[in-house]
């Protein structure tokens, strides 16, 4: 008995670090993240999708939240899109410009880099922003994570 | 009227054309619009998911730029986002369901089109009438074409056909004319008049033949009719079933109001002649005919003879058998050769003076008498000679020697008429007699001899104041047997005669 179960455990954790080792080859999952202070827990695909691109900026409890992203051609930036609406920069771009001139949507507030991104975190706790999952910190807090 | 139908046809046509067309422009509208919108459908969803009113405003004002459509309006969720400022809500809009940008499985809102029904209506209408118009004006151009061509081949050469088959007139059919209209193409209206011309020559031909055939027989019936009604001689056809099938005029006169053919028979002297004559021709079926002379007697109750001919009439016509026969029977009247006939005969065998048999019908008849001599009667001849006749004629003249001679044979002949009894001038003043009794005595004969001799010696008057008297010698010879020859017998009494003379005469004497 306690030979299987070392057994299992050890098979368990063979998978476990082969998934790792092959997602990190690629790409590490991206977290999408708030700051530590902030009331939200956990997020939706769909309430992320909603929030970045353009629906909302306003959870349903009222509470106000601000998405902050990269510039275009940012690393993972095409990997955020691509994982949570499938599509691409580009695709993303077009999006946003044929809501340009009305101005009733905004595209989220693009950043230089995943530094500024933290360093903004950490002063407005109604942001939210995404990053590799190595990157998080104890001020943040995953909401999401986009495999 | 090929005309009125292809009008009729082409108005027919028209209708469902028209039905049809119309059905497709609002089919085809209806799929117009579907695309136009179908096209809207992913801006409108990005202007509800984002909830931008100017965005939508903007796609429902490009829409409605479209005929096609009346009014839009684009509704979430919560309600109306954005509606055009037109909106006729009494035709049923098509609605759109407006997916999420992002999650396909997700619908944000929908985008509701009113289509303009007006617009879509009078657009099909419009694309009807167009149908219909070419339509008609096509189906116009084929029917006129049509009737052009029909009146040129076949309607313009059947009516001068019928016209001139209307001129054809058959009560006179000797004058019948071929029809001709010019028409010279070899179709089927060619082959038609050919056909009628022939029909109309076959028509003609054998009506000239019919008639020629006709009058032919009429004037051959004509003659035959002359020849049998005209006949001297009676023509009668006799069906022994059916009595007098045919009789001509002269027939009818003879044989009178009668039908059968045993009143026919029964009207002669001797019926059973007929009958039998009759019943040769229907045992032999002899085609030759039977000639008999037969005697009837007439309405006057004359007797007439006639020469008929009977003849067995075989009817080629008549298959049927049957006991059924046809009888030709002429009648030819004969009375007067007949008569003549009996003329001729009683002078050829009578003395002319006298009346008596002459010398040669009293040897035939004597001849008769003698063939039949049988034992129980007594057959005699006796020949009477006048004694002194010539001084008479001398004296007197010859035609006081006639007187004599004359009242002599009454005198005889007054003795003798028994029906056998044979009286005859032997010739000059010499008479001979034969006679036949059934039983007659010696004795008696020589009564019968003397009163004879006194008959003859009473005076004769010769005018009214001369008177003279004359006697005569007689020999009797008696007969026995039918072998005796006349002449044997005639010499006999002739032998005795002039024994009587010798002996002083005015006597008989019987041998």
Same mark, same amino acid.
């Given at each position: ?147 | ?195 009628? =011309?022939? #029909?109309?020559?076959? *028509? ?5 033949? !019919? @008639?020629?055939?006709? $009058?032919?027989? +009429? ?87 006639? =020469?008929? #001919?009977?003849?067995? *009439? ?5 298959? !049927? @058998?049957?006991?059924? $026969?046809?009888? +030709? ?87 003798? =008429? ?11 003043? !010499? ?81």
């Amino acid at each position: 008995m306690t030979r299987l179960s070392w057994l299992c455990r050890l098979i368990l954790v063979i998978t476990v670090s082969s998934a790792a080792t092959c997602a990190s080859a690629f790409a590490d999952p991206i977290a999408v993240v708030v700051p530590k202070q902030s009331d939200i827990n956990a997020l939706s695909r769909k309430q992320v999708i909603d929030i970045f691109m353009g629906r909302f900026d306003f959870l349903e409890n009222g509470q106000k939240i601000k998405p902050v992203d990269y510039d275009n051609g940012y690393p993972f930036r095409e990997q955020f899109y691509r994982s949570l609406v499938n599509k691409s920069e580009r695709q993303i771009a077009a999006y946003w410009s044929r809501l340009l001139f009305s101005g009733r949507a905004k595209p989220p507030t693009q950043v230089a880099s995943v530094e500024v991104s933290i360093d903004e975190l950490s002063n407005d706790t109604s942001m939210i922003t995404y990053v590799p999952v190595n990157l998080v910190s104890e001020e943040m807090k995953i909401v999401l994570v986009l495999e | 009227m090929v005309g009125i139908v292809g009008i009729l046809v082409s108005i027919a046509g028209s209708f469902i054309v028209f039905q049809l067309a119309q059905a497709e422009q609002q089919r085809f509208s209806a799929h117009l619009l579907n695309q136009i919108a179908q096209g809207s459908v992913k801006p409108a969803a990005i202007s509800v998911y984002v909830n931008d009113i100017e965005l939508a405003q903007e796609i429902l004002a490009s829409l409605q730029i479209n005929d096609l459509i009346l009014a839009a309006e684009i509704r979430n969720e919560n309600g109306v986002v954005a509606e055009t400022s037109l909106k006729d809500l009494s035709g049923s809009p098509i609605a759109f369901a407006l997916p999420h940008p992002f999650l396909d499985s997700d619908v944000v809102g929908e985008l509701l089109v009113y289509p303009d029904n007006v617009f879509i209506q009078s657009l099909a209408i419009s694309d009807a009438r167009n149908s219909v118009w070419e339509m008609m004006l096509v189906s116009m151009a084929l029917t006129l074409t049509m009737y052009v061509a029909i009146y040129q081949l076949l309607s313009r050469p059947l009516i001068k056909l019928s016209t001139a088959f209307e001129r054809v007139d058959p009560s006179n059919p000797e004058l019948l004319e071929k029809i001709d209209i010019q028409y010279t193409r070899k179709d089927e209206v060619g082959f038609l008049i050919s056909g009628i =011309n022939r #029909l109309i020559h076959a *028509v003609r031909i054998n009506f000239v033949a !019919e @008639r020629r055939l006709r $009058m032919r027989t +009429e004037k051959l019936e004509q003659r035959f009719r002359l020849v049998f009604d005209k006949a001297s001689v009676g023509i009668g056809l006799i069906s022994t079933h059916k009595g007098i099938l045919l009789e001509n005029p002269v027939f009818h006169d003879i044989v009178g109001q009668i039908c059968s053919l045993h009143d026919f028979v029964n009207m002669f002297d001797n019926p059973e002649v007929v009958s039998e004559a009759i019943h040769e021709l229907r045992t032999t079926q002899q085609s030759s005919p039977i000639t008999i002379d037969l005697s009837y007697q007439n309405s006057e109750q004359q007797t007439r003879w006639v =020469n008929c #001919l009977f003849a067995l *009439v075989i009817d080629q016509r008549s298959t !049927e @058998r049957n006991d059924d $026969m046809l009888i +030709e029977v002429i009648l030819n009247d004969v009375t007067e050769r007949k008569e003549k006939e009996a003329k001729s005969k009683y002078l050829a065998q009578h003395d002319a003076l006298t009346g008596l048999l002459n010398r040669h019908g009293g040897e035939i008849k004597l001849q008769a008498l003698l063939q039949s001599i049988t034992n129980k009667t007594m057959t005699a001849v006796m020949l009477i000679d006048l004694d002194n006749f010539k001084p008479i004629n001398d004296s007197y003249g010859h035609d006081a020697g006639d007187v004599v001679l004359q009242e002599t044979a009454q005198r005889i002949k007054r003795l003798f =008429n028994d029906d056998d009894d044979v009286c005859c001038r032997w010739g000059g003043d !010499e008479f001979v007699v034969g006679f036949r009794r059934d039983v007659l005595l010696p004795s008696a004969l020589e009564t019968l001899c003397n009163t004879l001799l006194h008959g003859i010696e009473m005076p004769i008057t010769l005018t009214n104041t001369q008177h003279c008297a004359i006697s005569a010698s007689i020999g009797v010879a008696v007969a026995y047997s039918p072998t005796q020859s006349l002449e044997a017998l005639l010499n006999e009494a002739d032998e005795a005669m002039y024994q009587v003379k010798r002996e002083g005469r005015s006597n008989y004497m019987i041998v």
